[in-house]
């Protein structure tokens, strides 16, 4: 990647930025919408079980018409790390499986493993980070949970769009996606799609709080319209469309909750902030491929079950790359960097910003005339720890005479009372102060909401006051209070039933209209005393009497709970309260229990091997790394490779047929070459004699050890002798004859046959 093809370097925009508008800054923390779920109990025999012949999910499955694949999904992967681990990628499958349909009902209990309430959750937290796509789902859901299986049985999700309407959605999702895919090129590399599908988001997406689709990608690549969870979920869709791992992170900023992207490229992670990195009509890279440490000097990132990768790399770091980070201000680099980029420079400062900044305004004079400028305009941007600093010279005089009438210089729009105002402007383009009138006169701004007195309501013009839409109030019934139509409130009388009743409103009685049938008077409830449960008006009974509990904590292996000191009855009973799965210490009532850890497999190093807990990251059983001799190359126990050499001894080691050079710690054999005898039977490399034919366990005997050595190999019970010394009579087999010919040699008759 070249230093001028970054667009994170584009200078001259940077100039434009800070001389044709007027102030910009960083956008501020922004909100993220969780998903909420219902229970529905269902008993034993009406558990269902959905199989789903053929689940979506394919980890080698091309993803993208352009050719990419993506290695694997992050989630899922982790899951494969937890106990129950079968049953969670199960109901992971089955979950992105029905998503990716619109299924009403998705089961995730497969008939044999259970999978708890937490699981679930979990599962589908996991699911919806790693799969951004479904933006047709929304944020309420149901799922089944039976109590004798201990187990969630299926999912109802809620979706936001179905039928044709979706139908039309995705194929606009789609267009708008392959709009920016298009621009992906052959000779890109990870981090250029990476940067390139990040800048391309920026641009296009607005930050709007209160858009159709602000929670989903949707709004973010269609309508150009979204909040953090938006750019989050578009980024990840499209870097996963072009076979890079992205995982959807959550947390807060500024006490705000906020998402944003977990980013793998070339075997290392990064997080990345497109939110952030929004500037409006600049695109920042202060949180493109950052550490945790940085992440985390404004990001919390929100506790989870499972682990998240801590982010150490500088590698894909833009800043790194380039050689663009400072500790504090160098003069002479800052000269050599604007001059390189034509009037800017963009820093990632390490060290005190402010006192940065400082220093760049002290020396705009030792810059000019170091860049030989006699006038200039300086000024600078700032996001996080990326400072922009820009110095051009100035050689331009004003002359704001031209009429643009163009949104860059519009005042105010035209109005029904008067014209659209414009500023005059410069032939540069630079906006002056005077103004000039254009166009026609505006349509009336009839508010959207009614305005209203005692017998009419109507719409009126915010400028001029005018009125349309005129027409009397409309009630249901006559002591209805709110028209149906503006919500004016007029004053009613009602005429109550006699006797008070409870229902909808828990902490009140009350009493119907005989003619409108509504609920208009209400009291609270009366009661004996602090704990009385039945009220003396109505007879509600409450569930929950104010009790008066003490001070110190009750409480079991499971729950804590206070004593009514009035009544003796149990107060707030709950679940013990962990930080952490594995944590030992309750941290409402300090109830002990014993750690349950859970290691994930091996974590290891050139020189040893431990086990990591995945809940509170606790290290155990490290030990060096155990091999069974010098020349092995494979740990014992975790598998870590290793690079060795043998050693081969001087001498020569042999056999009957070779001899060869034998490494002294594992027996590995190199040099391996058969015998050549000279006249004295002997080899004339290794001195070793000839094999005397029949002497088959090499003793320089033949007799009936070596008998019972042939039976043995005639039936299959030894396989590893020399061929040519056990086809004694040389026919190319062996068998009964070789044993007639040995028992020969053995009685002393000559049968005509030399030595081997």
């Excluded at 004016?488 to 909808?504: A, C, L």
Aim: charged fraction near 25%; include cysteine; charge should be negative.
């Amino acid at each position: 990647m070249g230093k001028k093809s970054v667009k994170l370097f584009c200078m001259a925009f940077i100039i434009f930025m800070i001389f044709g508008a007027a102030v910009l800054h960083a956008t501020a923390a922004k909100p993220y919408e969780p998903y909420t779920f219902e229970e529905i109990l269902i008993p034993d025999d009406e558990v269902s079980i959905i199989k789903w012949e053929a689940p979506s999910y394919d980890a080698d499955a091309e993803i993208s018409t352009h050719g990419y694949k993506l290695p694997e999904y992050y989630g899922r992967s982790i899951l494969s790390e937890l106990p129950n681990s079968a049953a969670l990628i199960y109901a992971y499958d089955q979950i992105v499986s029905g998503l990716n349909s619109s299924a009403k009902e998705i089961s995730v209990y497969d008939g044999t493993n259970a999978i708890s309430k937490e699981q679930f959750l979990m599962v589908f937290d996991i699911a919806i980070r790693d799969h951004a796509e479904f933006f047709w789902l929304g944020k309420s859901h149901n799922y089944s949970y039976n109590k004798s299986l201990k187990t969630v049985v299926s999912l109802t999700p809620g979706y936001i769009l179905s039928g044709e309407a979706l139908k039309t959605a995705k194929e606009k999702f789609n267009a708008a996606a392959e709009e920016i895919l298009s621009g992906i090129t052959e000779d890109m590399n990870a981090l250029d799609r990476e940067l390139y599908i990040h800048d391309s988001l920026a641009e296009r997406i607005t930050y709007v709080l209160d858009a159709p689709h602000a929670h989903d990608p949707y709004g973010a690549l269609v309508e150009g319209e979204a909040v953090c969870e938006g750019y989050a979920e578009a980024l990840q869709y499209l870097l996963q469309k072009v076979g890079i791992q992205s995982f959807l992170i959550l947390g807060e900023s500024g006490g705000v909750g906020h998402a944003w992207n977990l980013v793998k490229i070339d075997g290392q992670y990064y997080y990345v902030d497109l939110t952030w990195n929004d500037g409006g009509n600049y695109t920042f890279h202060a949180y493109f491929n950052i550490t945790t440490a940085q992440l985390l000097e404004d990001h919390t990132i929100a506790k989870t079950n499972y682990r998240i990768p801590t982010c150490t790399s500088l590698d894909a770091n833009l800043f790194a790359m380039l050689d663009l980070r400072m500790e504090t201000f160098d003069l002479g680099r800052i000269i050599e960097i604007i001059k390189e980029y034509e009037g800017a420079a963009d820093i990632f400062v390490t060290g005190n910003r402010n006192a940065f900044i400082k220093a760049f305004t002290d020396n705009l004079k030792a810059i000019a005339d170091a860049l030989g400028y006699k006038k200039i305009k300086a000024g600078y941007l700032r996001l996080g720890r990326e400072v922009v600093l820009v110095v051009i010279e100035d050689t331009h005089e004003h002359s704001f005479t031209a009429e643009n009438a163009s949104g860059k210089y519009l005042k105010s729009e035209a109005t029904c009372q008067q014209k659209a105002v414009y500023y005059y402007s410069c032939e540069c383009g630079e906006c002056g102060t005077e103004t000039f009138e254009y166009g026609e006169f505006g349509e009336h701004k009839y508010g959207a909401k009614y305005s209203s007195n005692e017998e009419t309501h109507w719409h009126e013009c915010t400028v001029c006051g005018d009125k349309k839409d005129e027409a009397e109030h409309v009630y249901n019934y006559v002591c209805s209070p709110i028209c149906n139509k503006c919500d004016y409130e007029r004053e009613v009388s009602h005429k109550f039933k006699d006797g008070w009743e409870y229902g909808f409103f828990y902490d009140k009685h009350h009493r119907y209209c005989t003619i409108c049938n509504g609920i208009y008077e209400f009291a609270d409830h009366e009661y004996t005393d602090d704990c009385d449960k039945d009220c003396n008006i109505c007879g509600y009974w409450r569930t929950d009497a104010p009790h008066k509990p003490g001070e110190e904590w009750v409480n079991d292996e499971l729950y804590h709970w206070h004593i009514c000191t009035a009544c003796g009855g149990t107060v707030s009973k709950r679940m013990h309260n962990y930080k952490v799965f594995c944590d030992t210490d309750c941290l409402d009532c300090g109830y002990k229990r014993e750690p349950a850890h859970i290691y994930a497999p091996w974590e290891k190093n050139a020189e040893k091997h431990w086990h990591v807990c995945v809940y509170c990251h606790l290290n155990i059983d490290e030990a060096e790394h155990v091999y069974d001799n010098a020349c092995d190359t494979d740990c014992n126990v975790c598998g870590e490779k290793r690079t060795t050499e043998h050693k081969y001894k001087s001498e020569w080691s042999k056999n009957s047929k070779s001899h060869y050079h034998e490494c002294e710690y594992c027996g590995d054999k190199t040099d391996i070459t058969e015998h050549t005898f000279g006249e004295d039977d002997k080899c004339t490399v290794c001195g070793r004699e000839r094999r005397i034919l029949g002497d088959l366990n090499d003793d320089g005997k033949v007799n009936a050890m070596d008998l019972i050595i042939l039976r043995k190999y005639i039936a299959g019970l030894i396989n590893d002798l020399d061929a040519s010394l056990v086809d004694i009579n040389g026919d190319g087999k062996v068998g009964a004859a070789d044993l007639i010919i040995l028992r020969k040699l053995i009685a002393g008759f000559d049968v005509g046959l030399k030595s081997m």
